[in-house]
């Protein structure tokens, strides 16, 4: 490829860019954004070792999900960026919406409503004390 190609600026764009702090994101999660909040609201700011045990006595379906992404944050922060894991904490949590499925449920008098199936994108970054 030539010399100043756009692929070439937007791979330098791309590496400023990317975030320095070991994270894991879950994409098209199947639970609506406003329920990941309410147990991503519950770990924030926590260390890895008790946020994993507050999401595993944790009933809500969030939590299960919440908890896959936690430890992948947790193994891409010893296997990238060489992090001991005792000194890590929740630094961030968030979840954002995703697409939303349209589903149509029929009702009677051959009317139809319209079913909203919300999905989410959850991301969870750590960092060092």
Known sequence: MAKGHRSQYKAERNKENRE???HAIHKYARISDRKAR???EQIKG????QAAS???YNPRYGAYLIGKVLKSAVANAEE???LDTDGLFVEEAFADQGPTMKRIQPR???RAYRINKRTSHITIVLNER
Do not use: D, F, S, T
């Not at 926590?46 to 070792?49: A, F, L, R, T």
């Open 80 to 82: 990238n960026h060489q």
């Open 54 to 56: 507050i999401l595993q």
């Open 38 to 40: 309410i147990v991503l």
């Open 46 to 49: 926590k260390g890895v070792e």
């Open 108 to 110: 009677a008098k051959g």
């Open 20 to 22: 320095m702090r070991p």
